[in-house]
């Protein structure tokens, strides 16, 4: 009977223990799956506007139209060719194509076609999205106060209106497929208003002000700034497959170039101030 207690006690002990065990490890373990399966908190890409770069939007006399991102929502049965899809889909105007289109989904016995829908830029990856707060100069405003014996004020008033355009860094097939893809990628993260072309109104105003020293000539200068976008758009030729019942997007030859643009952002001026003691 004491042997037998003994090892009864022996084994309890022994269950004791690795209970323990268990029980100091268990929260680690899921401290640490609730660690790796917590989202990540969504990157910040967007882009941060200098003090020097000022909004003209209510100043401007030229009312720019507002651009919206040109995103076009995929209809229910365009939705489902674009989940069948080898390769993702993004190009707006392929969409609208899908979404004007319609199909008779009733049984066809024997039914086997395959429609060859063209060549198209498919979807666009964007690597980096950079700001030149100098893109374009769009006006200087100029005092001479040398033989001036106090301070004198300027501010921006600008002088003749000026067109603002962006476009492609070089030439790709379907440029302007590309150019909506980009223009959708560069306002998403960036968090600016863009657009291909912009324009100044002469006689837009700011009452910011800058003083000219006794002595010294003073140069205000404004630029239109603009977004510089890079990234890699694939293409691919498109074929509408259907078998019975069933209908889905194959897309073959599929190829990828690297592309490059210009966005200017609508509505917004820097200023660089300057004043010296000999003309420039």
Not at 62 to 83: F, G, K, M, R, V
Request: proline content about 6%; overall charge positive.
């Amino acid at each position: 009977m004491k042997i037998m207690r003994t090892v009864l006690m022996v084994i309890l002990a022994f269950f004791v223990a690795t209970t323990g065990i268990h029980a100091e490890n268990n929260p680690k373990k899921e401290n640490k799956e609730a660690t790796e399966k917590a989202p990540k908190p969504a990157e910040d890409t967007s882009v941060k506007i200098p003090n020097s770069v000022l909004n003209i939007a209510k100043e401007n006399t030229y009312p720019n139209s507002t651009q919206d991102q040109p995103y076009l929502q995929p209809s229910e049965w365009s939705q489902e060719l674009i989940e069948t899809s080898n390769v993702k889909i993004e190009n707006p105007n392929l969409i609208r194509m899908l979404n004007e289109s319609t199909m008779n989904k009733a049984p066809t016995i024997g039914l086997r076609a395959t429609i060859y829908l063209g060549e198209w830029p498919l979807n666009y990856a964007s690597t980096e999205t950079s700001p030149n707060w100098e893109y374009q100069k769009v006006n200087t405003n100029y005092f001479d106060n040398r033989g001036g014996k106090s301070n004198y004020q300027i501010h921006y008033v600008q002088e003749a209106q000026k067109v603002v355009k962006g476009g492609l860094t070089a030439k790709v097939p379907h440029a302007d497929d590309v150019e909506k893809m980009m223009l959708i990628k560069a306002m998403d993260k960036s968090k600016l208003p863009l657009a291909f072309q912009t324009i100044v109104g002469a006689g837009t105003k700011k009452d910011q002000v800058y003083n000219i020293s006794p002595k010294r000539l003073g140069y205000l200068y404004a630029y239109a700034p603009a977004i510089n976008e890079k990234g890699k758009v694939t293409y691919g030729e498109v074929f509408l497959v259907m078998k019975g019942t069933k209908r889905s997007v194959v897309v073959k030859n599929v190829t990828s170039q690297g592309v490059g643009a210009w966005i200017p952002v609508q509505d917004h001026v820097h200023f660089g101030f300057m004043a010296s003691e000999t003309p420039r």
